[in-house]
């Protein structure tokens, strides 16, 4: 198993920066992958941005490209993984869920490629 929790959500301003970090722990030998989703009010689950631990390989959505950037820190230990998020705008306004996947799911997108998912941070954009 492994378990994941987010922080670093909050309220910042338009054009405004934020860190989310995502903690692993458990079996985080066994992951592969972790994808940022996030759900705004009133709207479907989105993928967000992902990394494939064993490439390093990235991956995002056309509506933060170039404004985020998805990096991982394999310290002694400890496991954890950032989403940078700058330039934000109301739009990114929403839930944002980290997610982990140990067996080579098929593509980083869908969301059932993960098998954990953490409780997920509030980030608010204001205009």
Request: hydrophobic share 30%.
């Amino acid at each position: 198993q492994v378990q994941l929790v987010e922080s670093g959500g909050g309220l910042v301003q338009t054009g405004g920066s934020l860190r989310l970090s995502c903690t692993a722990s458990g079996r985080t030998f066994s992951i592969r992958a972790t994808g940022w989703f996030r759900r705004a009010p009133g709207k479907e689950r989105e993928f967000v941005a992902a990394i494939r631990w064993t490439t390093g390989i990235t991956d995002y959505a056309d509506s933060v490209k170039g404004r985020f950037s998805v990096s991982r820190d394999n310290a002694k230990n400890t496991v954890t993984v950032y989403l940078q998020m700058n330039s934000l705008n109301p739009e990114d306004t929403a839930v944002y869920y980290c997610a982990a996947d140990d067996d080579y799911g098929s593509g980083l997108r869908p969301a059932g490629t993960y098998e954990y998912w953490g409780q997920g941070t509030q980030v608010t954009v204001s205009s």
